[in-house]
């Protein structure tokens, strides 16, 4: 399966982006999908959840600012960022798992914010 982010970018601090994770898994639905960041010379961090039931989870640096929703029609999940801050800067990945089955992950999307 292939998983494909895009929406990454420049903005100013304060701005939003909405980055968007295509996907051609096959059993969507089942999947728990999340995103992670990496930030500059860091490791990459889980920062929002979704459950196959629409449970979502936070990292509390992005609690109130982002939100994780998803699509299963389109097989896509989604991360709407708002109010962004410079420390938000990395690049972002989706990663699809569900017990049993390989871990997908996409090639990621680069997002700076400028303070």
């Known amino acids: 399966a292939q998983l494909v982010e895009s929406g990454g970018g420049l903005v100013q601090a304060g701005g939003s982006l909405r980055l968007s994770c295509v996907t051609t898994i096959s059993t969507f639905s089942n999947f728990h999908m999340s995103w992670y960041r990496q930030a500059p010379g860091k490791e990459r961090d889980l920062i929002a959840s979704i459950s196959p039931g629409g449970t979502t989870n936070y990292v509390d640096s992005v609690k109130g600012r982002f939100t994780i929703s998803r699509d299963n029609d389109k097989k896509t999940v989604y991360l709407q960022m708002n109010s962004l801050k410079p420390e938000d800067t990395g690049v972002y990945y989706c990663?699809?798992?569900?017990?049993?089955?390989?871990?997908?992950w996409g090639q990621g999307t680069q997002v700076t914010v400028s303070s």
């Open positions: 990663k699809g798992n569900q017990m049993g089955r390989p871990v997908y």
